[in-house]
């Protein structure tokens, strides 16, 4: 049984004739996106798995209790202490509030690996929550007498 297809000159296929094609097995004749697209498509669903992961994490009772010590030891002669114990038991923070509080220590070491596991994080495609009150810390830092933690902090802001 042929078909007289002159009304699209057999350029497209009818709705009956793409079901066959699909019941079989041809498939479709477009393709997934290839290069630059398919790097940023892939980037962009880790970002979003990790983000997910983020939101239904729960983080160790131990970690918590951590974060807790070092907002209570915020602004205290503490603050570099607490950061110390949190970072040796749960590494360098991802939250701001706590990013905040590491770069308030006042401690070369503690601001150093705060803001290289930032631009690290920045480095690999990850997202950064950036507040107001980050950025405004980190312009801080930048004009601060520290050349190693003014020089991150520049490269900090120039990544976000």
């Given amino acids: 049984m042929s078909r007289d297809r002159s009304w699209n000159d057999g350029d497209k296929l009818s709705f009956s004739e793409r079901d066959r094609k699909r019941r079989e097995g041809g498939g479709s004749d477009e393709s997934r996106p290839q290069g630059d697209s398919k790097v940023r498509e892939e980037q962009a669903s880790s ?11 729960k983080p160790g009772a131990d970690d918590e209790k951590l974060a807790a010590a070092v907002r209570a030891a915020h602004g205290t ?28 220590s006042g401690e070369a070491d503690l601001m150093i690996g705060v803001l290289e596991s930032l631009l690290g994080q920045a480095a690999s495609g990850e997202e950064l929550e950036a507040t107001r009150g980050l950025r405004s810390q980190l312009r801080m830092l930048v004009d601060g007498r520290d050349s190693i933690v003014a020089g ?9």
């Fill in 47 to 57: 970002r979003y798995r990790k983000t997910l992961d983020g939101l239904f994490a």
């Fill in 77 to 104: 002669k503490k603050c570099a202490e607490a950061c110390r114990a949190y970072r040796d038991a749960a590494g360098f923070p991802s939250h701001p509030g706590l990013i905040g509080i590491f770069l308030d």
């Fill in 152 to 160: 991150l902090a520049e490269d900090l802001l120039a990544a976000l």
